[in-house]
């Protein structure tokens, strides 16, 4: 078989699982919701609430149903793109809840991935042209710190050390309750400020992301770093580098041009994986920053017990994650020729 038509067999075959990984999605959330404790008619109506409201809550909700009912019913409406209203926000529908706010999300998930790859290819990069120095210990170090130290953790010291005490970063929240922000466009702060050509609206913006952004990408940098340097080790070790030193061309010309153009093709598998990390820490940066987002809305409807609003937001992050892994695949497909389907 040719490569392109494996590369095409490939990319078909991850297509048609695609629907079944959000499958699997759909049913391991349904299931985790309805075995987890507690009521949603108490949490909306309260524990003194009368047994007779409660019921008829129950039954408007659909929750008097048979579990199994339930479920076909729900995937039934999803097939057809709906995926209900919020308990908790008096009838919004859900697809409404996740437009509003996930643009703010996708803002804090742009800046911080940006952030991770440039501090985590520049450690990883330094540390492996330097082995057995000081530099390639403390980049060995800065990897596992940055992987292990809890998100939340991080981002409340951080908040201590520039928000509190030093007062050089705002402690929270994604823009001044004082200042206009810009005219929605497409959500984004950022890109409708300059579609506005509000400049002092664009930096405004950038100043209140510094702190979430920072905190979410040297987090997730740990991950790029150790995939840089290792690689970049073996690299280093390859024939064709070798033949490269032996022509006389510089070290610094051959790890840039050479031997780190390689080196990168792991990172694009890792970027894929690593949005599932992004939207976890992202839920942790939103509550602890106060970002209106919509890991911050997804973490509100968990503790109100609002089924539906957690179930659309956990299928729409797992669609994200689905298509990031399926669209990094066929990058990989055409970049890396060593591949083999």
Do not use: C
């Amino acid at each position: 078989m040719s490569r392109s038509k494996a590369i095409t067999y490939y990319i078909t075959s991850r297509l048609l699982l695609a629907p079944l990984q959000l499958l699997t999605i759909i049913t391991i959330v349904f299931l985790l919701l309805r075995a987890t404790p507690g009521d949603p008619a108490d949490a909306i109506l309260g524990g003194r609430a009368p047994e007779s409201a409660k019921a008829e809550l129950r039954k408007q909700l659909g929750l008097n149903l048979p579990i199994g009912l339930q479920y076909l019913n729900y995937v039934g409406n999803l097939l057809h793109l709906d995926m209900g209203n919020s308990i908790s926000s008096r009838g919004q529908k859900v697809w409404d809840i996740i437009w509003q706010f996930f643009p703010a999300t996708a803002e804090l998930a742009v800046f911080s991935i940006a952030i991770a790859l440039i501090v985590g290819i520049t450690v990883g990069t330094i540390s492996a042209s330097r082995p057995g120095t000081p530099l390639d210990v403390g980049g060995r170090l800065f990897g596992i710190i940055t992987y292990s130290l809890p998100m939340f953790w991080v981002g409340m010291i951080l908040q201590l050390i520039f928000a509190v005490q030093l007062d050089w970063l705002p402690l929270g929240t994604r823009f001044p309750a004082t200042v206009p922000a810009p005219n929605h466009i497409t959500g984004l702060y950022t890109i409708d400020s300059l579609f506005g050509g509000n400049l002092n609206q664009f930096f405004t913006t950038l100043y209140y992301l510094i702190l979430p952004s920072f905190t979410l990408g040297i987090l997730l940098s740990g991950i790029f770093e150790r995939i840089v340097r290792v690689n970049l080790k073996q690299t280093m070790k390859a024939d064709y580098v070798e033949a490269a030193r032996a022509r006389g061309i510089p070290e610094k010309k051959i790890l840039v041009s050479h031997a780190l153009k390689n080196a990168l093709i792991p990172v694009i598998t890792v970027l894929g994986l690593t949005f599932a990390s992004l939207l976890g820490g992202a839920i942790l940066t939103e509550v602890t920053f106060s970002w209106p987002g919509l890991a911050n809305r997804l973490y509100q409807a968990i503790t109100e017990r609002d089924y539906p609003t957690v179930q659309g937001i956990m299928v729409f992050f797992g669609a994200i994650v689905v298509g990031a892994s399926i669209l990094i695949d066929i990058l990989n497909a055409y970049i890396d020729p060593r591949i083999r389907y």
